[in-house]
C-alpha cells in the first residue's frame, strides 16, 4: 500500500507557539435544522472494492513538524492514515484511482510556506486537503489563487483563510465554538464568566465571541487574566479568573489547558469550566481526577459529534492500521485528527460527484466546489455548499466571505471523557449569532487566526 509521500522539504524548524493560534476563526453556514449529528451519519462506502488502478489522483496536505509535543504530527499521520484507507477500499471514485498525498512541512515560517505551495503547483496537485499553515498562508493562498487549486477542509488558522477564493472549510473555526459555548453556560445560569485567555490577537477575539454568546443570555465578562503564549505558571490567572464568577472560560493550548485545570484543582476552584476541546485533553483531565476532575462537567463544543462516537470508529481503525505512528493521534483533537479527517471525507465526496475523474485537475475541482451542489462530508457535518457564505465581521476590522458552515455540536466531560451534551449529538447552528455580532474596535488585527 502507498505510503505518503513527505515533501522532500522536511527540514525540522523549531516552532515557536503553534498552539497559540488554535483559537483562530472563521466559518461557516448550513441553515439546515434539526437533524442531529448521529442522524447526519450516512455510509459512504458499500461492499470492499477492488484494488484502485490507474494514475494515483495527487493532493498536497500542509503542516509543521517538530514542534513541541508534536502538535501538528497528527496531520501528517492523519492524512497517511485516510489514504492507506482509501486505497485499501478501492481508491477514490467515481473511477476507482488510488490516492497519493504529499504531506510538505511548511517549517512554521513563510518561505516554508511558500515553498510548500510551489511543490504544489509543480506536482500538479488537484487540491490542497486539510491542514493549516499558522504562519505562511498568506503565502500559499495567492499562488493557489494563480494557479486554481483549492484548499479543501483547512484549519481556519492564518491570514487570509477567510478570504480568499481558494479558501473552501468545511466547518467554522472558533467563531462558532466560542460563541457557542458563551450561549450554553449563559443558559446554564453563568451571570457572570471569569476569562482566562492569551493578551495577544487570538485571545482577545475568543474572548469577544464567548462575550457574544454569553450575552444573548443576560451574562456578562468579568475579571478577565491576559496570560502570555509562554506563561506556564496558571495559578495567579486561575486565582483571578475565578473571584466571584459563575464560570470560568479559558482558552490556550493543550498544554496551558492541563495547567489551569491542574491549578484549579490546586486552588479548589469549584465553578463550571467552559474550553474548546483542543485546550483539555482526555489525559489532563484523567491527571487530575478523572470523574473528579474540576473539567468534569464542563462546557465545549465541537464541529462534529464527540470522539466517543461510532461515527469515528472506522477513522480510529485507519490510524491504527496505515498511520506509521498512530500514536501521535489524539482521537479528541479538533484541529489536527478531527479535521483532516473530515477534509478528506470531503474530498472523497465532492469526487464522487463527478462523472470521471479522468484529465482531473485544480479548475474542474474548483468549478465543481462552485455549484453549488451541497456535498457529504461523511456525515461528520450537514452537507456543505461553497456558495452562499455567512457574512460575520472580524474583531479588529473586516469581513470574512468564506463562512458556509455555521454548525456545532455541544460538549461535555462526563465521567471523565468527552461526551456529546445532549443524547442525540444535534447540531446547532449558530447563524443568528454571527448575524448579529459587532465586532469591537481595535482588537485582534483584523485576523482571525491572530
Not at 15 to 42: H, K, N, R, W
Not at 55 to 68: D, H, R, S, Y
Not at 368 to 394: A, H, K, M, W, Y
Request: charged fraction near 20%; glycine fraction near 14%.
Amino acid at each position: 500500500m502507498r505510503k505518503t509521500r513527505r515533501s522532500k522539504r522536511l527540514t525540522l524548524a523549531g516552532v515557536v507557539f503553534i498552539t497559540a493560534a488554535m483559537l483562530a476563526a472563521a466559518s461557516c453556514g448550513d441553515d439546515d435544522d434539526g437533524d442531529g449529528a448521529q442522524g447526519a451519519q450516512e455510509e459512504d462506502g458499500g461492499e470492499q472494492a477492488s484494488e484502485p488502478t490507474g494514475e494515483p489522483i495527487k493532493v498536497m496536505t500542509i503542516g509543521t513538524l517538530g514542534t513541541a509535543e508534536g502538535a501538528t504530527t497528527s496531520i501528517e499521520q492523519t492524512a497517511l492514515a485516510y489514504e492507506g484507507w482509501i486505497n485499501a477500499n478501492g481508491g477514490l471514485q467515481p473511477d476507482g484511482r488510488p490516492l497519493e498525498v504529499i504531506f510538505c512541512n511548511d517549517q512554521d515560517n513563510p518561505e516554508g510556506a511558500r515553498e510548500c505551495a510551489n511543490e504544489a503547483v509543480e506536482e500538479g496537485v488537484v487540491a490542497l486537503v486539510g491542514g493549516y499553515s499558522i504562519q505562511g498562508s498568506f503565502e500559499i493562498l495567492p499562488l493557489l489563487e494563480q494557479a486554481n487549486i483549492p484548499w479543501i477542509g483547512l484549519g481556519l488558522l492564518g491570514g487570509g483563510v477567510e478570504t480568499s477564493p481558494m479558501s473552501y472549510p468545511v466547518v467554522g473555526g472558533s467563531i462558532t465554538e466560542w460563541m457557542a459555548i458563551g450561549q450554553e453556560v449563559g443558559g446554564q445560569g453563568c451571570e457572570t464568566a471569569g476569562v482566562i485567555r492569551w493578551a495577544a490577537g487570538p485571545g482577545e477575539e475568543a474572548q469577544a465571541y464567548f462575550g457574544h454568546g454569553l450575552a444573548t443570555e443576560g451574562g456578562q465578562i468579568g475579571p478577565v487574566a491576559p496570560v502570555g503564549f509562554d506563561a506556564t505558571d496558571l495559578t495567579p490567572a486561575v486565582a483571578a479568573a475565578a473571584d466571584g464568577v459563575d464560570c470560568m472560560m479559558f482558552g490556550m493550548s493543550p498544554e496551558q489547558g492541563a495547567l489551569t485545570v491542574r491549578a484549579a484543582q490546586e486552588l479548589g476552584v469549584e465553578v463550571p469550566l467552559a474550553f474548546y476541546p483542543d485546550a483539555v485533553t482526555p489525559q489532563s483531565v484523567e491527571e487530575t481526577g478523572g470523574p473528579d476532575s474540576p473539567a468534569e462537567g464542563g462546557t465545549s463544543a465541537s464541529w462534529f459529534p464527540a470522539a466517543d462516537q461510532p461515527i469515528w470508529d472506522e477513522a480510529k481503525d485507519a490510524v491504527e492500521q496505515y498511520a506509521s505512528d498512530p500514536d501521535a493521534v489524539t482521537f479528541t483533537d479538533n484541529f489536527n485528527f478531527q479535521i483532516t479527517w473530515v477534509a478528506f471525507k470531503a474530498f472523497e465526496n465532492i469526487l464522487g460527484t463527478l462523472e470521471t475523474v479522468d484529465g482531473l485537475d485544480g479548475p474542474a475541482v474548483v468549478d465543481q466546489l462552485d455549484s453549488g451542489e451541497r456535498f457529504e462530508t461523511g456525515g461528520f457535518t450537514r452537507p456543505v455548499q461553497f456558495v452562499d457564505n455567512i457574512p460575520v465581521q472580524i474583531p479588529g476590522g473586516g469581513e470574512a466571505t468564506r463562512i458556509f458552515n455555521s454548525d456545532v455540536v455541544m460538549l461535555t466531560i462526563e465521567d471523565g471523557t468527552y461526551a456529546c451534551l445532549d443524547a442525540d449529538c444535534e447540531f446547532q447552528d449558530m447563524t443568528d449569532l454571527m448575524l448579529s455580532f459587532e465586532a469591537p474596535p481595535g482588537e485582534g488585527g483584523g485576523d482571525p487566526s491572530g
